[in-house]
């Protein structure tokens, strides 16, 4: 089954898993690992000891108990509950690697509450289960009915990406995600959309010239091991609806290039995908929404997908 974590408990984490399971019982067989006391009063609840045991639990929600200290403040994320957040994640990704989940779902966490309750040293999940899976380097892929696209840059501030896009990380990036549209996603011969980095895609070095003296090399030279790759692209008039039916994913520079249309298009459908990971990771694309926890108006739209997603592609890599 596919193992859930609980995420920030003061934020929607387990008020969209008690709705996803709603939604997705019998379909899409997965459990929770963290609090029980947590969850939302009325959800029906078993308690399980073990992974293999969610398999035969039928009328309520299979969860791996992980107590936390003190109980669930909606909105308000406790510092001392933040070492236990991480304690979660680590325990989620051991009972995935050691075959007993056969897939990851990550409900959202809380960066900054980590970061003072518990001295969280990395950006977020992403690296975090990286670091876990002892892997150098992951993409993260966002991924809706309507988009998949990829930042090549992540978590860092706007002004380092120039510095930060070099010509082997923007090819290990590609290289990354064509492997993983082909592995987990069916496609045989995947077309990829690589945006530029500044405007207009640098209009011919006038206003930037890393898509002539990045991008361009990169890309000419995959595209002589037989890859389809288009760009570099003016990022303004790749993500309209004629211009996606060309490409299967698109590759963006830095974090908002990708995310702000993803976001756009289907706000609560999007996915979030690590890709180059030893095992199938999958979350929600959106925050702990502390400012609407408890109040039982969180959408789970996109922790379904999450659920539905990473259950397809562990049937495409089956």
Known sequence: MIALTCGEPAGIGPEIAASAWAALRGTVPFFLIGDPAHLPEGVPVTVIDRPEAAGAVRDALPVLAHPFPGP???GTPQPAQAQTVIDVIARAVALVQAGQARALCTAPIHKQALQEGAGFAFPGHTEFL?????VGRVVMMLAAPVLRVVPATIHIPLKDVPQALTPALLEETIR???AALRRDFGLTTPRLAVA??????????R???????IIAPVLSRLRAEGMDLRGPLSADTMFHAPARAGYDAAIAMYHDQALIPVKTLD??????????LPFIRTSPDHGTALDIAGQGVANPSSLIEALRLADTLVKARA
């Open 72 to 74: 669930r403040t909606p």
């Open 130 to 134: 990286a670091h876990l899976a002892g």
């Open 176 to 178: 990354i995600t064509h």
């Open 196 to 205: 530029g980095l500044n405007p207009h895609a640098g209009e011919g070095g």
């Open 207 to 213: 206003m930037g010239r890393e898509e002539m003296t």
């Open 267 to 276: 706000f609560d459908r999007g996915v979030n995908v690590t890709l180059g």
